[in-house]
Nanobody, 124 residues
């Protein structure tokens, strides 16, 4: 399995931006599709975005489409989530995950490895 560590979370005002990073170790992520998920207090973990192994294909949840951008740098074994126009409802713990597949998986169960999460808080 690949080990994942998220960073870049914090407190931001509504309308602001944050960039999350997911650093991988143990194995090269170039063989993995990668994803971002989030979980708000009292809610289930939900899909945010996914990117295929090459970075040429992406998929987003409707709630973040047009505001968030997922990207990756396989040479650095790192994935990113650029979050713009943040809203209070984006407040969650954000998790990165890796799936050993060529597709763009959205269900949690298709991901093999998970990070510990980073808190994002958007104030109104």
């Amino acid at each position: 399995q690949v080990q994942l560590v998220e960073s870049g979370g914090g407190l931001v005002q509504a309308g602001g931006s944050l960039r999350l990073s997911c650093a991988a170790s143990g194995r090269a992520i170039s063989s993995y599709s990668m994803g971002w998920f989030r979980q708000a207090p009292g809610k289930e973990r939900e899909f945010v975005a996914t990117i295929n192994w090459s970075g040429r294909r992406t998929n987003y949840a409707d709630s973040v489409k047009g505001r968030f951008t997922i990207s990756r740098e396989n040479a650095k074994n790192t994935m990113y989530l650029q979050m713009n126009s943040l809203k209070p409802e984006d407040t969650s713990v954000y998790y990165c995950a890796a799936a050993y597949t060529l597709g763009l998986p959205t269900p949690l169960a298709e991901y093999d490895s998970w990070g510990q999460g980073t808190q994002v808080t958007v104030s109104s």
